[in-house]
């Protein structure tokens, strides 16, 4: 029998990286994504999609970001946290969340909408050949450094990565070209 976790199993996480076209973004990942050196080859693979709140938060870099603000007409007035726009406007659009804050991934998954750490989009690279093995380790030291992901995170990370190492010959077609 697979192991499996509350984080599913790495082939279902292989799955979701096969319907992964465009996401909701928050702060945290954007700030990951940009620190590791991957937003841009993110936002490549995936239309990222935001809030003005997160616009407002990360600042002047945004303007030089590949993400999509998502019309202010579909959030309130303000009167809700950022976050609470973002999960809102990820339900109303039925869009996967890309996030750091467990919260904010606790809500996509009660709204049953597909969630990503920052960990997750680096095997997404990974397994869409975005990235080759000296790549991926690069970023993957970097974040490493910055993040405060649990041990059973990063586990499930290195199960996701050693599934896609897996797959015959994907990763390595890359590598050998």
């Avoid at 499996?4 to 990951?32: M, N, V």
């Avoid at 809030?51 to 870099?61: D, I, T």
């Avoid at 998954?109 to 960990?119: E, G, I």
Wanted: charged residues 25%.
């Amino acid at each position: 029998m697979p192991h499996t976790s509350i984080f599913g199993d790495p082939r279902s996480a292989l799955r979701q990286f096969d319907h992964l076209s465009q996401a909701i973004i928050d702060t945290s990942s954007l700030i990951y994504l940009q620190e590791i050196d991957l937003l841009t080859s993110a936002g490549r693979w995936i239309r990222l999609w935001t809030v003005p709140g997160v616009v407002r938060e990360f600042g002047a870099a945004a303007a030089e970001c590949p993400i999509h603000v998502i019309d202010e007409k579909n959030s309130t007035d303000g009167a809700d946290s950022t976050d609470d726009t973002l999960c809102r406007a990820a339900a109303g659009c039925r869009l996967p969340i890309i996030s750091e804050d467990r919260q904010i991934l606790m809500r996509a998954r009660k709204s049953n909408l597909p969630y990503f750490n920052t960990l997750m989009v680096l095997n997404f690279l990974l397994y869409k050949k975005a990235l080759d093995l000296l790549e991926y380790q690069t970023a993957f030291d970097r974040l490493r450094t910055m993040a405060r992901y649990s041990d059973k995170v990063y586990e499930f990370g290195g199960r996701v990565f050693a599934e896609i190492c897996r797959r015959k010959g994907h990763v390595t077609d890359r590598w050998s070209d």
